[in-house]
């Protein structure tokens, strides 16, 4: 099964730009890349979702390289508002549980 | 649209003790999940339902949890008897139908279990 790695937590100020590198060396062909955001007391929160290059909306960005072994999540000009956990995901179609695995997260502080 | 709703929120009660988890997922929603989240990781998948019937409860202890999810719409996860490690958030969430690894998955707030 793929397994992701990201870091375990970063620390940003307000204004800055943050991007969350996650790792999954065995991601299949068939594997979507997706990121969601957890708040404390709350469940966690769809951002955004990818296949390959680039994709972007109104939250963030992500990129994906050509061999797709890593991804890269990218909060423009984050807030306080933005410090929470983010999570990546990787699964494809024949792989519904390895979908739905959110590991440890990588948790976000930005500073003032 | 309103989201997913769980009760309760919070729930604390001795081990060995039955508790009863509620869950009502987005309307039109075929999909719903049950996660359990301890402090500090991520959430870890129980059960997954596609409309009435568990398509994946791999990860269910089957020896003291239980769920159900008649006509397809509202759930419930029981625990009896509930054990101190089951002191946990646990997390209810529902999709659309379809592929689960480009579904986006809507979350409920949880339910704070503490087991004393």
């Known amino acids: 099964l793929a397994k992701t790695t990201q870091p375990i937590s970063m620390d940003s100020y307000e204004g800055q730009e943050v991007n969350i590198t996650c790792s999954h060396n065995?991601?299949?062909?068939?594997?979507?890349i997706t990121w969601y955001q957890q708040f404390p007391s709350q469940g966690p929160r769809f951002i955004i979702q990818?296949?390959?290059t680039k994709v972007t909306n109104e939250v963030a960005s992500l990129f994906i390289p050509a061999d797709r072994k890593s991804s890269t999540l990218s909060l423009p000009r984050v807030s306080l508002s933005d410090t929470a956990v983010y999570y990546c995901?990787?699964?494809?179609?024949?792989?519904?549980?390895?979908?739905?695995?959110f590991g440890s997260g990588t948790r976000l502080q930005v500073q003032p | 649209e309103a989201g997913v709703v769980q009760s309760p929120r919070y729930k604390i009660i001795e081990k060995k003790q039955p508790v009863a988890f509620w869950c009502n997922p987005i309307?039109?929603?075929?999909?719903l999940y049950w996660y359990l989240q301890n402090l500090g990781q991520g959430p870890e998948l129980l059960i997954r339902?596609?409309?009435?019937?568990?398509?994946?409860d791999s990860q269910l202890p089957k020896d003291r949890f239980s769920a159900e999810r008649l006509k397809g719409v509202d759930s419930t996860l029981k625990i009896q008897p509930a054990e101190l490690g089951d002191s946990a958030v646990y997390l209810c969430?529902?999709?659309?139908?379809?592929?689960?690894?480009?579904?986006?998955?809507?979350f409920g707030p949880g339910t704070r279990l503490t087991v004393l």
């Open positions: 065995n991601i299949a062909t068939n594997d979507y």
């Open positions: 339902y596609e409309n009435e019937e568990a398509v994946d």
């Open positions: 990818g296949y390959k």
């Open positions: 969430a529902s999709s659309r139908l379809g592929r689960v690894s480009n579904n986006e998955q809507f």
């Open positions: 995901l990787v699964g494809g179609l024949d792989t519904g549980r390895r979908a739905l695995t």
């Open positions: 309307s039109g929603h075929n999909t």
